[in-house]
């Protein structure tokens, strides 16, 4: 286990009142497993996963991450963890148009001051590891959809963290380009990496090993056998 939600949810203030954007939710994630987190727009899914991430804070409950309960955390040290332990990977992909592929994979290592030869030789695995190393020097307009989210995953893998969430990785891809980036996301859980991966498409459940499905803010963990049967 390197994260868990102990009756941990989420409430914020509207002018219409309290909003519940997550009710109380107990969770465990696991290494070595791809945790899908399923739902429609506006259920409350990245509410989790950014809970997950230590991108938010509860309203009530727990969260733990790498054995540590973040409520003790100073917000220096949570940014700590979210760079050297979490791997994000977002729909938008999130990539910085001036800088090449390469050098958009090595921006989190130089903010860890991590030294120059280092960086080169941990760059070059991360795009090895998802087939993009004679693409390394083009910028992210020279590259389609699919190529710059396995670029975003592999500026995620090169921290070598122990958790990685996707908010919708596969959103904005065609389903060649699914199939090879949900492939690469398990291989990286069977890997030992503990993968969490929120989407709306049912279909990915063939690629999980449990997934939960949240709605109105509720989140019941699903049988994926019987979703892929």
Not at 62 to 72: F, I, L, M, N, S
Not at 165 to 186: G, I, Q, Y
Request: with cysteine; aromatic share 4%; proline share 4%.
């Amino acid at each position: 286990m390197i994260a868990e939600l102990r009756e941990a949810n989420k409430i914020y203030d509207s002018p219409a009142g309290k909003f519940v954007a997550l009710n109380k939710t107990t969770l465990t994630i696991n290494e070595a497993e791809l945790l899908l987190i399923i739902g429609p727009s506006g259920s409350g899914k990245t509410t989790l996963l950014s809970l997950i991430g230590c991108l938010i804070d509860p309203t009530e409950g727990q969260v733990w991450v790498d054995g540590k309960d973040v409520a003790t955390l100073s917000s220096g040290q949570k940014a700590d963890l979210r760079l050297n332990l979490i791997g994000f990977v977002f729909q938008q992909f999130n990539l910085l148009a001036p800088l090449t592929a390469e050098e958009n994979v090595a921006y989190p290592l130089q903010m860890q001051k991590v030294p120059g030869s280092e960086i080169k030789k941990r760059v070059a695995e991360a795009l090895e590891k998802v087939n993009m190393t004679e693409h390394r020097r083009k910028f992210p307009k020279q590259l389609s959809g699919g190529q710059q989210q396995r670029i975003a995953i592999a500026r995620a893998l090169v921290t070598n963290p122990k958790l990685v969430l996707c908010d919708e990785p596969t959103a904005s891809l065609d389903k060649d380009s699914v199939d090879t980036v949900m492939n690469e996301l398990r291989a990286l859980a069977k890997s030992g990496k503990a993968v969490a991966v929120v989407t709306h498409d049912p279909r990915l459940t063939q690629y999980a090993d449990r997934a939960v499905e949240v709605k109105n803010g509720m989140a019941t963990l699903i049988d994926v056998q019987k979703m892929t049967a």
